[in-house]
Nanobody
Framework: QVQLVESGGGLVQAGDSLRLSCAAS????????KGWFRQAPGKEREWLAT????????SVAESVKGRFTISIDNAKNTVHLHMNSLKSEDTAVYFC?????????????????????WGQGTQVTVSS
């Protein structure tokens, strides 16, 4: 059984940085990638970034490129989302997700339906 647990969310001020972590347990070698999504109240779930298991390839959404980066720690089976220069518009619940599929395009990486496992979410609130 696979479990994904996010941590690192909280209340910060605009311009601050946060690092979110997603620890996976029961993860097997068949899983290809891990991603980060966010969802603000009343909004659809938005893709942010995805990285493959080896860390050799990654994609970041254009909307947050230059501010957000994704990395993976294979030894700890943990994926991180590094968020810099946070804005009030970044306020949302952030989710990590995993998929056994080989995602070959950015469009596939951004497709919610292609992910089979999801964490419970962690709240990020950015005050002005």
């Amino acid at each position: 059984q696979v479990q994904l647990v996010e941590s690192g969310g909280g209340l910060v001020q605009a311009g601050d940085s946060l690092r979110l972590s997603c620890a996976a347990s029961g993860y097997n070698s068949n899983f290809y990638g891990k991603g980060w999504f966010r969802q603000a109240p009343g909004k659809e779930r938005e893709w942010l970034a995805t990285i493959n298991w080896t860390g050799s390839t990654s994609s970041v959404a254009e909307s947050v490129k230059g501010r957000f980066t994704i990395s993976i720690d294979n030894a700890k089976n943990t994926v991180h989302l590094h968020m810099n220069s946070l804005k009030s518009e970044d306020t949302a619940v952030y989710f990590c997700a995993a998929t056994p599929r080989e995602l070959t395009t950015e469009a596939e990486a951004a497709t919610v339906a292609l992910y089979d496992y999801w964490g419970q979410g962690t709240q990020v609130t950015v005050s002005s």
